[in-house]
């Protein structure tokens, strides 16, 4: 069987170069993956295709090869028609897909701890979760101490993150003050963290990161509503294990949040989005047009899969203990 080099790229830019065998699925790449990362708490992590603001979560039984093999032809095409255009190439990437708030069991694989680390700091960096000024100095400060250990005054002074500053603040608050302001604040955090670990300064990260509102929740390129009175003309659906949530464009200021508990159904197709809400008596349908429409579903019906896989384990542990009782 002939094999090709597949490139397996992870949130910080680092890649995996993988031999396949051109029939192999998706599912035996990321056993690969996961063997070759030495990863032991992978059951939340996935394969998704990324092309620009696209993303999606690969099935299990999609083989990658025919896969590459259609996005040579789709970047010909967009060639053809512009010779010019810069064509941006698609990508597999591994990460985290699902994210349970109770779930600490990855925090004990310190090769899950450090995807769920990178992760976090993607979304903090590229402001998918919302901070203020003081929130990112202190989770810069640790974030240095990652990077590079313990502070030295006579190294770690205005001038030394001036080559990758944005690789430490959300860009969102950027803006807001000079840069060596930043590093100034920056590098005053750091100092406090002195004698942790690597390890024990992305715990801290990530304990800090979770408790957030927005932690772990997959958010979608803003979308048009359609015919939906209370809502702005564009919005940001997020989706995460609690359900459903609705932003403003511009801040990603909190509309409204809808927990699958008051789901009653939902659609879409490769260009709209729609869900409906509330009671079997009383319910409202909120509509969107987005390109998204399919994968917000998917993303949607894996977290109600597992949270019924869940309720279901919890009642089987119920039957036991009443056996049990019932036995002594």
């Not at 490139?7 to 029939?23: P, T």
């Not at 030495?38 to 394969?47: T, V």
């Not at 008051?262 to 987005?290: M, P, R």
């Amino acid at each position: 069987m002939a094999k090709r080099v597949v490139r397996v790229h992870f949130i910080d830019g680092n890649c995996r170069a993988v031999a396949l065998d051109e029939s192999a699925t998706v599912d035996t790449l990321r056993s690969i993956v996961i063997e070759k990362i030495e990863l032991k708490e992978d059951g939340c992590f996935a394969l998704f295709e990324r092309r620009d603001d696209w993303e999606r979560c690969l099935d299990s039984d999609e083989k990658p090869c025919e896969l590459m093999d259609e996005w040579s032809r789709i970047n010909e095409a967009e060639k053809a028609k512009k010779k010019d255009a810069i064509i941006s190439e698609p990508k597999f990437l591994f990460k985290k897909k699902i994210f349970l708030r109770d779930d600490d069991r990855e925090l004990k694989d310190l090769v899950a701890k450090h995807h769920l680390y990178i992760q976090a700091l993607y979304s903090v960096i590229e402001s998918e979760y919302p901070s203020n000024p003081d929130e990112a100095i202190n989770l810069a400060g640790l974030q240095v101490q990652v990077t590079y250990a313990d502070h030295n005054p006579s190294t770690h002074q205005v001038g030394f993150l001036s080559h990758n500053l944005k690789n430490f603040i959300p860009k969102h608050l950027m803006p807001l003050k000079k840069p060596q302001e930043w590093e100034s604040l920056i590098f005053k955090a750091h100092a406090k963290n002195q004698g942790k670990t690597a390890e024990d300064a992305k715990t801290e990260y990530l304990d800090i990161v979770k408790q957030w509102p927005f932690y772990g929740t997959t958010f979608f390129p803003p979308c048009k509503s359609v015919g939906n009175k209370k809502l702005p003309n564009k919005v940001i659906i997020g989706v995460n294990a609690e359900g459903i949530l609705l932003l403003k464009t511009k801040d990603k200021e909190l509309i409204s949040t809808h927990p699958f508990t008051e789901i009653c159904s939902w659609l879409s197709s490769s260009t709209t989005f729609a869900f409906e809400f509330g009671s079997q008596n009383e319910s409202q349908k909120y509509a969107f047009d987005t390109k998204h429409g399919a994968i917000i579903a998917a993303t949607i019906q894996t977290y109600i899969d597992i949270l019924v896989q869940m309720l279901k384990y919890g009642e089987d542990e119920d039957d036991d203990e009443n056996a049990n009782e019932n036995m002594d």
